[in-house]
């Protein structure tokens, strides 16, 4: 399990899903905007965040049968106007039949795409990744087409991998799977 505190990045604040925050993101927003702190858009959730794949994360950490299991919302927070916004997600399961391999996934809402932000929590994401040892690679599946998703991941550090474990190239048909290696010796 990855940091159970928020993570801080240069604009945005990482809060760690919780069963109530992810319940709660299911079912309405009202509850979802007083536990984060956060105004919800109401073009709230991004693409990515289907009602299925919310399931599937209530479930996973509900059943914690997934040890690398650990979604975030990314809130957004302007300090001196005082406002906070969710503005996307992200977060890292385990790779089936890859051992030391996390995926990760990540969505912004449409309007708060191309300012860095994805960017900027990705790099933070990989960070806190890989300050548990036994984590030796990250991937990360995307369409080749979506190259701000493609950039994302260039910028920091994956690079287009011909050994992804099965079940992550093709997830879903037409993707092209990134990878980024930790690098001993090296601050990320």
Known sequence: MLSVAS???ERLELIPATSEILMSDLH???????ILNAGVPATWPPDHLTEDVLREFIRIDADKTDPYFSMWYWILHNT????????????TMSSAGSEGTVVIG????????????????VRHLVRAI?????IARIIATTHPELHASVRVLEKNGFSLSQQCPDGC?????????YERRRVTGKTL
């Open 80 to 91: 001196e106007a005082g406002i906070r916004t969710l503005i996307g997600s992200g977060g």
């Open 169 to 177: 190239v093709g997830m879903e048909e037409g993707t092209l799977c």
């Open 130 to 134: 890989f300050e548990m040892p036994d």
């Open 28 to 34: 309405e927003n009202p509850p979802l905007c007083r």
């Open 7 to 9: 993570i801080w990045t």
């Open 106 to 121: 990540y969505g912004v809402l449409d309007e708060y795409q191309g300012q860095g932000y994805a960017t900027e929590a």
